[in-house]
């Protein structure tokens, strides 16, 4: 990846899911054109389109458009909450092709996504979910982002290396779609047996969870840094200098 790309929102983003999923020692689907795989659509399509203009022609144009200042809560060695200032900017790539014809991609740099996925596991007593000596080696974990939405539903095999739960029906014809907690038509009522089928939102097909019976238990968290703010200092513009107001 060329500096430009590196230090763009996009790129920390698409790197902080990388880096959040290796920590739980999953491995997340890449993006295939328009497909942005397990990466947040925005940030996938935003690096594609800067990567275009990048390998377009022999001279790049750096346009910042917006500086934009934000006050962030932060808290400091001891734990008190200290208010400190950042600024970010927003602006576009320009590239010329050897035609004469411009190309443009948006981009912002300053700050990014850090996804913070906590880890929900459910063990899945099943015909295969112990080995021959009786140790567990399948159940299913949750996943889900900051604000607590649903993510995935992902397998753990016994090195630990997790697969994102897909759709069987869908996998058939080489699709690939996330299985998620069943859809409820409107008004209806959770059912008692809610929590042990899954669903694609994509053909409808409803599988199960577990095969016989499930125990449902809180693992350790897996927190990312909170902080959506980069350690760049050619980012930070240097505004540790300037007073804030608190
Ligand atoms: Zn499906």
């Known amino acids: 990846m060329s500096k430009l790309e590196k230090e763009t929102s996009a790129a920390k983003t698409i790197q902080a899911y990388k880096d959040a999923a290796t920590q739980i020692g999953l491995v997340l689907k890449p993006g295939d ?4 795989g397990d990466y947040p659509h925005d940030a ?3 690096l594609r389109y800067i990567r275009r203009v990048n390998s377009i022609g022999k001279e790049h144009r750096k346009i910042i458009k917006i500086i934009s200042r934000v006050l962030v809560t932060q808290r400091d060695e001891k734990g008190k909450p200290t208010k400190k200032e950042y600024i970010y900017y927003t602006g576009n790539f320009k590239a010329v ?3 004469g014809i411009e190309y443009s991609a948006g981009f912002t740099i300053g700050k990014y ?3 913070k996925i906590v880890q929900e596991v459910r063990q899945i007593i099943g015909p295969n ?13 949750e996943l889900r982002d900051r604000d607590g939405r649903f993510y995935a539903f992902v397998d753990f095999n016994a090195d630990e290396v997790g697969k994102i739960r897909e759709c069987p029906h869908c996998l058939e014809y080489e699709i690939h779609n996330k299985l998620q907690p069943r859809i409820l038509k409107k008004g209806q009522v959770k059912p008692p047996d809610y929590d042990e089928f899954i669903q694609c939102y994509e053909c409808g097909n409803i599988s199960g969870i577990h095969e016989t019976h499930f125990e449902s238990k809180i693992k350790d968290s897996v927190e990312t840094t909170d902080n959506p703010f980069e350690g760049n200092e050619s980012i930070f513009l240097s505004t540790d200098n ?3 107001k608190t």
């Open 129 to 141: 979910s112990y080995d021959d000596n009786f140790n567990l080696i399948g159940y299913t974990s």
């Open 33 to 36: 054109g328009l497909d942005s």
């Open 113 to 115: 996504n850090v996804p």
């Open 242 to 244: 300037r007073a804030t």
């Open 44 to 46: 996938y399509t935003n």
């Open 97 to 99: 092709n050897h035609r």
